[in-house]
């Protein structure tokens, strides 16, 4: 156990310095220390993503019976990927820094210190942030532990909720280079929103099927006859999901209505707040109703 955290605590952190150095160096690139650094976050988190849901395609498929069949992979891929959510929170906060640096949105060092940046950092992204701690110091000592070995095949399905993630990321690079005006930013917009509807909206839903299927029971029954801590644990892993498809259909109804008009405006360079927030602009979760559609957003996990 102790030997598989150690990978992951290795794996993730490593890859994102080896690709912000590889960015930095190789000869045509040479991007400057924060577009790498952003740009790295993005690819460790699609990385991630690739390998949870093949892991989860793998152990999904092995199950015949979805809640006796065991897979090593599943408690295996859990430990690995626990550090990852410790990573992503600094390196969210890191992209946040850069964000407030980048041309246009320069920021005094001497007065807006990393103590207020993190500050404001942790106000706009508690949602996120908050995410990720329930993931390692609850979903993580559940599945591990609480379950039993039993399950496998629905641990297997929610690692697939990741699909949506690339999506995601290559949206928000898309982004911080002003390339919303694109046909790849729009393709892949629709299926941001295609996979993040399937993947994470209709995730609980689907697995509350199954098992209706599995138990020989109506779908309306099974929230009465499973244990009250999945339906508690689903609500509040379902609740953040719902909000964040609720602004990305926002952000394509923008996109796919609206965006043509405005592109052809010339916009001016809006300056910071007090706490380093930039109005109008994208969180860094990249959720944002105005992840789409706008032509001089911000840099923004």
């Not at 209505?257 to 360079?269: D, E, I, L, M, V």
Request: with cysteine; charged share 15%.
């Amino acid at each position: 156990m102790l030997s598989i955290l150690a990978a992951g605590s290795v794996f993730f952190p490593g890859l994102f310095l080896l690709s912000k150095q590889c960015l930095k160096s190789i000869p045509g690139l040479r991007w400057n220390e924060g577009d790498a650094a952003i740009v790295s976050a993005r690819l460790v988190s699609s990385i991630q993503a690739i390998m949870a849901s093949t892991a989860g395609y793998i152990i999904s498929t092995s199950c015949q019976d979805i809640i006796e069949d065991q897979h090593w992979l599943t408690s295996s891929y859990i430990l690995f990927a626990v550090p990852y959510f410790v990573y992503d929170i600094y390196a969210m906060f890191l992209c946040y820094w850069y964000k407030l640096q980048v041309k246009g949105h320069e920021v005094d060092n001497g007065s807006k210190s990393k103590a207020v940046a993190l500050r404001g950092y942790l106000r706009r992204e508690f949602l996120m942030i908050l995410h990720h701690v329930v993931m390692v110091t609850v979903c993580f000592p559940i599945s591990v532990f609480w379950r039993q070995g039993k399950g496998d095949y629905f641990q297997g399905v929610m690692f697939l909720a990741e699909l949506s993630t690339p999506s995601v990321c290559l949206g928000k690079i898309l982004i911080q280079y002003k390339q919303q005006h694109t046909l790849l930013h729009k393709v892949n917009g629709a299926v941001m929103l295609i996979t993040f509807f399937l993947c994470r909206v209709l995730l609980f839903p689907y697995l509350y099927y199954v098992y209706g299927r599995y138990a020989s029971i109506p779908f309306y029954r099974v929230p009465f006859t499973v244990p009250w801590q999945c339906n508690l644990g689903a609500a509040l892993l379902m609740a953040p999901q719902l909000y964040w498809f609720s602004l990305i259909c926002r952000g394509a109804l923008r996109l796919f209505t609206g965006s043509s008009s405005r592109s052809r405006k010339p916009t001016a360079p809006v300056k910071p707040d007090y706490e380093g927030h930039e109005p109008l602009s994208q969180s860094a979760n990249g959720y944002s109703p105005r992840m789409v559609g706008r032509d001089t957003p911000t840099m923004s996990h």
